[in-house]
């Protein structure tokens, strides 16, 4: 029997808490300063995935040069703390 929409969203949210709980439980053991530096890089990674959803919907030349520009900066500040 094929489950419903609502049981797979639940379960995605259960396996992201699952991640999240995993991801949190092997931060403890990092001190604060590479904690910091791992927040950010996460930070980084969705402003980075925000831009891109922006930038493809972006229609004006001006818009989209200032996103481009938003996308080096994120990737540049990427690179510098990876």
Same mark, same amino acid.
């Given at each position: 029997m094929a489950r419903?929409?609502?049981s797979k969203?639940?379960? $995605?949210?259960?396996e992201?808490?699952?991640?999240? $709980?995993?991801?949190e439980s092997?931060?403890?053991?990092?001190?604060?300063?590479?904690? $910091?530096?791992?927040d950010r890089l996460e930070s980084l990674r969705l402003s980075r995935a925000?831009?891109? =959803?922006?930038l493809e919907? =972006?229609?004006?030349?001006a818009h989209r040069a200032m996103l481009q520009r938003t996308l080096q900066a994120i990737?540049?500040?990427?690179?510098e703390l990876s």
């Open positions: 419903g929409w609502e969203a639940v379960e $995605a949210q259960i992201e808490a699952s991640e999240r $709980a995993q991801k092997a931060m403890g053991d990092l001190s604060p300063e590479m904690r $910091a530096r791992l925000r831009t891109l =959803a922006q919907r =972006a229609t004006r030349p990737e540049a500040e990427m690179d």
